[in-house]
């Protein structure tokens, strides 16, 4: 059983910037889709940017700029760098592999964005 653990969340100013990690205890990433997912207060899980095994990127609209999503297959972790960070961006910040070797969650870290 694959287990991701997040890091990095935090309490910090509008413009500011935060880097979340997402360490798997195997090999997961270099099989999966990496994703960073959020859920703000009364509102719905969204994905906010994936990598896939290849490399590629996507994002959504909001965070297209502002947000990078990378991976470093030799530590089995996947980052998010959040930078120009808007009080909309507060959330509890999700890390997802999902692939032919199954779909997991890591269990949140909370990102707090004060205007």
Same mark, same amino acid.
């Given at each position: ?6 890091? &990095? +969340?935090?309490?910090? $100013? *509008?413009? @500011?910037?935060? =880097?979340?990690?997402? /360490? %798997?205890?195997? #090999? ?5 889709? &990496? +994703?960073?997912?959020? $859920? *703000?207060? @009364?509102?719905? =899980?969204?994905?906010? /940017? %994936?990598?896939? #095994? ?16 990378? =991976? ?44």
């Amino acid at each position: 059983q694959v287990q991701l653990v997040e890091s &990095g +969340g935090g309490l910090v $100013q *509008a413009g @500011g910037s935060l =880097r979340l990690s997402c /360490a %798997a205890s195997g #090999s997961i990433f270099e099989y999966s889709v &990496g +994703g960073w997912y959020r $859920q *703000a207060p @009364g509102k719905q =899980r969204e994905l906010v /940017a %994936a990598i896939t #095994s290849g490399g590629a990127t996507m994002y959504t609209d909001s965070v297209k700029g502002r947000f990078t999503i990378s =991976r470093d297959n030799a530590k089995n972790t996947v980052y998010l760098e959040m930078n120009s960070l808007k009080p909309e961006d507060t959330a509890v910040y999700y890390c997802n592999a999902r692939g032919a070797r199954g779909n997991y969650w890591g269990q949140g870290t909370q990102v707090t964005v004060s205007s």
